[in-house]
């Protein structure tokens, strides 16, 4: 399922003294099981596109599609767009309410029209999909789990639901870097099964490892798209937005300035690692 804005601006509070343009004849597609990567500043207008992805801003003018069809256009299944369409916000405590855990993640599936073992059971596996013991989660209170915890009961109830989609607001933020690699690689293998991931991130290592193709916002703009290593191979332009670059994409800067032959658009550990071992392997 395609997703593509057309043309699409959006204002905040149109018409008042707190009028913000949060983005500004916006153009782009998104075509399926691809993992997107959408950086920039605060107020850069990232978060306001991936909640026009979502559905959950309606936008001045433009238009936002999903399999060709306008979301906002008359007689649209909104619900369906619901159910195709999963996000998980910077802070998945504020969507976590339920007394326990297997309620929360079977909430989203209430009104499914699904019967209640075909419920139970996608609970169940949207759970253990994520890392869980269905039996020892099930009746935990979804409050009382630690941060990283959250994050994973919030994406097995969007799971349950059976999305193309997945959008992920800083899923990373506050994890150690145990947990981000594993909870990103479990990312990785829904996009590697067909799943479309949309994450935005200030993490420019996670960016750098995980997204096949990176998206730069700026001032309610797409300033950067392309294949992860063309865009942040470009530490220059990065640098102009004010933005961080990959760890391994400075040391290979710092490399080549000193005579060491690293390849151009070398942005992750692996690759920094391989073009110095061949190297050494040369010499």
Do not use: W
């Not at 989203?108 to 999909?129: D, F, M, Q, T, Y």
């Not at 293998?189 to 991931?197: A, I, L």
């Amino acid at each position: 399922m395609p997703v593509e804005l057309k043309h699409v601006t959006c204002t905040y509070s149109p018409g008042t003294s707190q009028e913000i343009r949060a983005v500004t004849d916006l153009s782009l597609k998104i075509q399926d099981g691809e993992f997107v990567a959408v950086m920039g500043r605060t107020g850069s207008g990232k978060s306001t596109l991936i909640q026009l992805v979502a559905g959950l801003l309606e936008p001045d003018s433009g238009q936002v599609l999903l399999d060709g069809l306008d979301i906002h256009a008359r007689g649209y299944d909104r619900s369906a767009l619901r159910r195709r369409v999963g996000i998980v916000f910077q802070y998945p405590e504020y969507q976590l309410f339920e007394i326990t855990v297997e309620k929360d993640v079977a909430f989203g599936l209430k009104h499914s029209g699904l019967k209640p073992e075909e419920i139970s059971l996608r609970v169940r596996l949207a759970l253990e999909r994520m890392g869980f013991s269905f039996e020892e989660i099930r009746k935990e209170s979804p409050l009382c789990l630690s941060g990283g915890e959250k994050r994973r009961v919030a994406i097995a109830g969007i799971l349950a639901a059976h999305p193309g989609i997945l959008i992920l607001d800083e899923p990373v933020a506050g994890l150690d870097p145990l947990a981000r690699r594993e909870f990103l690689q479990m990312i990785r293998q829904f996009q590697e099964e067909g799943m479309t991931v949309i994450m935005v991130s200030h993490n420019a290592d996670a960016v750098a490892e995980y997204a096949g193709r990176v998206l730069v916002m700026a001032e309610g703009r797409l300033e950067m798209d392309g294949d992860t290593r063309t865009v942040m191979s470009d530490l220059q332009r990065l640098r102009s937005l004010h933005l961080d670059t990959s760890a391994a994409g400075q040391a290979a800067e710092l490399l080549r300035q000193r005579g060491v032959e690293i390849p151009d658009q070398t942005v992750r550990y692996d690759e920094l690692l391989g073009a110095l071992t061949e190297m050494m392997v040369k010499s």
